[in-house]
């Protein structure tokens, strides 16, 4: 068995390359036939808004009005190329970078800084949009992942007869993530159970500082072979091609045949989060060699080339995104802090009488407080 | 609210592991979301047979033989969870919940805290455990206070196969994740089960308020002697001979270990200003040391003597040869009740 | 990617068929060249004896000398054959069923049954045998197994110039632990380390009641594939070929090039253990299909045929047993209950003033009986 | 006995951050044996910069980045254990030491009693924990109880400078697994360091004996305030603004968790007649708990009050906006000291 590394571009998906031309693929190019110049457009809308409210988020961190920002910075294309490949009855299990999905899943973006200024630890309802929370511990949510689209089976919703409802569910997590045995319990329980189920392995290159020599010596890929389970590389920072193998993937699994695995080779353009350096682990060279192969740009370029980008397009995508960082600064300024006994709500569904004693005591401590103030 | 009847039957004679079963067998009839999941629960019905007939009677679909991986199981659980399944976890030994203390730990007692209510998940996990039956390592042990430490998680375990049959339906239709500790050395005690003894339709609140409390097993004046799961027949069989010996001990269940029905015990302790606590688990840091804590707190000044607990020894549980000596017995519960009444 | 499930015989290797025919493989006939019939008739011996103390034991706990008992029966080539590859500086971490290993590595099996009896957790020292005492949480051991496998690497007894003073880590488990999250953990850190660790999986079809199909839908050699470690299926009822593969595979690993896995398919032809009632979820058929592919009974033939089974010594090797089983008997009889004391012996190296304290209280609760007792 | 050798060099500023990093690369300089693992301890030098430099100066082989994998870093440094290597393992924040759980609780705590002595596993096992830094989910929380139950492990937890530069040497040093945990928001706080303060050579049961006892941080006579690691700052401060008031709080800095020094905590109730308890954790079946078990079983008619707790509360560690009224704080502890003199 011949050791590609895992870095190597062996086997990658792409139909629109740096340069930005469009290159074929027999299996993946029909997945993507359906793009028009309009939906393209989308795509870069949704890619360029992104970007301007992660870098929003970014000086909101810097000025102390967040505790911490994890940026999606350089894995839009990835994001927003899979999020379109999802419709309604799908469901998403995030780790914890993916606002693009969040965004193409209706979640409002401002909301998500609820959790980074410390206000809560989940600040959508995630039947409403598909969406599950994010997981801050690295893999668990595979195993939720697997079993949800385990329900989906048993709730008719795959290769029900009827392709618009049939479902699945894709679940994201980075190239780190792939050591955890979480992962590949995951993959044992949705391959016996054939669940349906993409596992989308975004290979940022880096888990924090280390790089994904450290976990292992191959592609992500082909760890799916473990498992007899089809698998798909996909330039990760090809809006096109990632949303073509998850089309493509998604029907798969919905249709009954059980999951998938797709890595997409991507590159995490900032630091891991704003606690992080680095300069530290990783060289301008580096980051100047993946800064050309900008996701954005290439789409920018082909929709150039193609005369399919107006200025005034491009004039509202920039006005939308500045509107939209300033409702996110007003929105995050606005948060107030809650009243202190709901951090006692929703241990339970039901009373225990723990928490109930507890609160009740908080609750009178609090107030003996207020009385001396109200005594003086 | 959840939909559960439970009828009114009438009284039968079940050993606990039937009694479970039997209990298993009504929530799987009453509500279809209820599933079975674990290793070798279904054609062989579980290594205790807890599970016995019920893969043949519900299939495939809703008694599951899981992969051998217990994150797996818990892991998967959750995300039925968020479609509305019951799922009720056998985990085989209770040294071999290990593997999932991650999922329980950090997802499944988290989750409807950090969804702000928006996930429930209505999760059952079994766990057979404690000593007494002459098995290896990780055969044996009590790991209860492990869980009873973390918020979001609701810990019961029966003594008697009247609590076995009620706690399994009700832990099934409460709305909290569930840890339900079987204590193997009772599985095949018998005692009289009221089919009957549930109300017909289970709320969430009804539900959830049975398995919240404790029972007092005995009634008694001179000293309170604090029980649960497999040490409950122990502390009635001291009382009985403490009783021969002229004291009088009250004998409480917990049954609940989260919440820990603290005011039951209080009250109890008030009357007789002694207090005992027995479990198998290690003692430091163990389950009576909460018990001791709250008792000392809010019985303070009725108390006679101090709380005493007679526990596991800290040590790993040892060979099968120890462990007569190594769990709490008659004499040394009653070593500890003489020492209380010295005061 | 073709599904031919776990129990296909797709790649298997075999060398000597359940007819006792010998078959040739290119890659591994090689290592099997250096089988002489004595060699051979030791493996018979080995197996043999194997089974008679196997089967002692089982009567020992059904007289209720033994709280349980875990038979090897059935799994007697791929542990007699995989055994006899290790050398000195090799290292076995087992899971509780290798009594075959154990015997290959100088352990002596009665002192296996001291656990059994409920005397004690492990009945020998790991370090005088090159074998790891057993672990029964299913998969765990195979992380310790790599990590002793990066140790020999950084001791310098890998590739070191000196063939014979090479070694490797051989880690026995089951086809059911593979889906433990530990080995696949253990195959990542394997792998980026190059440890010297043979993952050697006996698959006898059953984790106790749950059939390798529960596990996973393709050969769990192809797990490997996941890692890019080469991986062998074997015979596992052949002892000659699961000798030839397990040669290679401790070749392979000793002299630097990292993992392998291999995967004996073999047939566990007893019950899980005496507490088991296979009856409950497998057929007669299927036992009988089985039964006519004794690992023991193929040598026999292809000895006999070879007119290398000498009546002599089977008689010997039958008298042996009998000798072995009556030592066993005696020994499990002979042995009393320890002092109580010694259950708090070994919790910590150096004292612990919560295990002291506790260990004084309870020699003196225990004395005031003695007292009792003398004053009456 | 290990062939630890301590050099007397005086007395430096140091963070606790810096005093652990010296103590680790003292430690590797003395014993070629000692390794470090973990997730991004190498070129970045650990999340909170503890192990900065170490690679630089030790290298690929002694400062390791690992796959991510916490179940991989224990389990391996256990082999590795089992070969002479003394791993020293960072979990990067204490909420995800869950997925190594099993490791730890099923394996490195009892390998030395099932193998009767025959297996020494002197590793240690860092865990940044506690709150009050503003982090999200999973970087604020307290599981020490969640080990201190199981037997096998020794558990410290430094609370200054001092404490963290000989501990973690001793803790290395120590025949038996540590548990060493760090109270992060204590990372940056400074004190003077003697780096000369253990003995030159460090025995095994030197060692252990560092790590296994408590220090009374402040003297006093009306009333004993346990405290550990994050806390024993705040107890300190707790003790100057009673005395102020004109109470004398005596506060005893923990330090190792297990063993407990019950007898010094014991000591000092006896003395004051009142103790008060105080800890981040979750309050119910935490550490708090076994302390007042204790000091009620040994100091029961000394006490003129009953053992008050102020910890964490039973909910999960809430979004960081709260972490001030969820954490014990002054008033919080105030109270309680005003509670126990009433009596
Ligand atoms: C179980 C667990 N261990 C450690 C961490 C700390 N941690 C947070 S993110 C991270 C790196 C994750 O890398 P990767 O999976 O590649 O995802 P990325 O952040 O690159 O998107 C680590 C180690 C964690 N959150 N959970
Ligand atoms: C973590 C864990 N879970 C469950 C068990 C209970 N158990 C003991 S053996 C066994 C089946 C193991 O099957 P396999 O790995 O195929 O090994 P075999 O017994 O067939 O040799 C199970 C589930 C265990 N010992 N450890
Ligand atoms: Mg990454
Ligand atoms: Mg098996």
Redesign the pocket.
């Given at each position: 068995m011949e050791n590609l590394g895992p870095l190597s571009e062996d086997g990658l998906v792409r139909l629109l390359n740096h340069q930005g031309e469009v290159l074929q693929d027999q299996t993946f190019s029909p997945y993507a036939a359906h793009l028009t110049p309009e939906k393209l457009r989308e795509f870069w809308h949704d890619m360029s808004v992104l970007r301007a409210w992660d870098m929003e988020a970014m000086s909101l961190q810097r000025q102390g009005e967040l505790g911490l920002w994890v940026q999606s910075y350089g894995q839009e294309a990835a994001q927003i190329g899979s999020g379109h490949a999802l419709r309604d009855p799908d469901f998403v299990f995030p780790s914890y970078r993916e606002h693009g999905v969040a965004m193409t899943r209706g979640v409002d973006l401002p909301s998500i800084l609820r959790i980074f200024r410390g206000l809560e630890h989940g600040s959508w309802v995630p039947a409403e949009h598909g969406f599950h929370l994010y997981t801050l511990v690295i893999g668990a949510h595979a195993l939720h992942a697997t079993g949800y689209a385990m329900g989906m089976d048993r709730d008719g919703l795959v290769a029900s007869g009827d392709a618009d409802k049939d479902g699945a569910v894709v679940c994201y997590f980075g190239d780190g993530a792939t050591s955890q045995g979480d992962i590949a319990e995951s993959m044992t329980f949705a391959s016996v159970n054939k669940a349906p189920v993409v596992f989308f392995c975004q290979n940022n290159q880096f888990a924090i500082s280390e790089s994904v020599t450290r976990q292992t010596n191959i592609p992500l890929a082909d760890r799916a072979k473990g498992w007899g389970m089809p698998s798909i590389r996909v330039d990760g920072n090809d809006v096109i091609a990632c949303h073509a193998v998850t089309q493509w993937a998604l029907e798969h699994a919905r249709s009954g045949n059980g999951p998938v695995f797709i890595e997409a080779l991507t590159y995490r353009m900032g630091a891991h989060t704003t606690s992080d350096d680095p300069t530290r682990y990783r060289t301008k060279a580096d980051e100047e060699y993946w800064s050309e192969r900008d996701p954005i740009d290439r789409l920018t370029t082909y929709l150039e080339g193609a005369d399919e980008l107006p200025d005034e397009f491009r004039e509202a995508v920039a006005a939308e995104g500045k509107a939209l960082g300033a409702r996110t600064r007003e929105s995050v300024r606005g948060w107030s802090k809650p009243a202190t006994l709901e951090m006692f709500d929703h241990v339970y569904a039901e009373p225990h009488s723990t928490v109930q004693a507890e609160r009740a005591w908080f609750e009178r401590y609090e107030q003996s407080f207020a009385d001396v103030e109200a005594s003086n | 609210m959840s939909d559960a009847l439970i009828n009114a039957t009438g009284t039968t004679t079940m050993t606990m592991a039937g009694a479970i079963n039997a209990g298993l067998r009504a929530a799987m009839e009453r509500d279809p979301k209820v599933l079975l999941m674990g290793?070798?629960i279904g054609a062989l019905g579980g290594v205790f047979r807890v599970t016995d007939g019920l893969h043949k009677d519900f299939g495939d679909d809703r008694v599951i033989d899981t992969p051998?991986a217990?994150s797996g199981i818990v892991g998967t659980a959750i995300g039925l969870g968020m479609r509305g399944y019951r799922s009720v976890c056998e985990i085989?030994?209770e040294g071999?919940i290990f593997?999932a203390y991650n999922q329980i730990t950090t997802q499944l007692a988290k989750m409807h805290y950090r969804s702000q209510g928006n996930i429930t998940l209505p999760l059952v996990i079994r766990v057979p455990y404690a000593g007494g039956i002459g098995a290896i390592e990780?055969h044996s042990e009590s790991p209860e206070a492990l869980f009873a430490h973390t918020p979001g998680l609701r810990i019961f375990s029966p003594a008697t196969p009247q609590d076995a049959y009620d706690g399994i339906q009700q832990a099934i239709a409460a709305p909290d994740p569930v840890m339900f500790f079987e204590p193997k050395a009772r599985y095949w005690d018998k005692g009289e089960v009221n089919t009957g003894t549930v109300e017909t339709r289970l709320s969430d609140a009804a539900a959830t308020i049975g398995i919240s409390g404790s029972r007092v097993a005995r009634e008694g004046t001179d000293v309170t002697l604090v029980a649960y799961g497999p040490t409950v027949r122990l502390a009635l069989q001291s009382a009985e001979l403490a009783a021969q010996a002229g004291t009088s001990v009250e004998v409480i269940d917990l049954r609940s270990i989260s919440p820990l029905d603290s005011d039951a015990v209080v009250k109890s302790a008030k009357k007789t200003g002694r207090v005992v606590v027995t479990h198998e688990a290690v003692t430091t840091f163990g389950v009576a040391a909460e018990v001791s804590a709250r008792v000392t707190e809010q019985a303070f000044f009725h108390l006679h003597a101090p709380v005493l607990r007679v526990g596991g020894f800290h040590t790993p549980y040892p060979g099968a040869t120890f462990e007569h000596e190594y769990l709490p017995n008659l004499d040394r519960v009653l070593d500890a009740v003489d020492r209380v009444m010295k005061h």
């Open positions: - | 290793e070798d051998l217990e085989q030994f071999f593997p990780h």
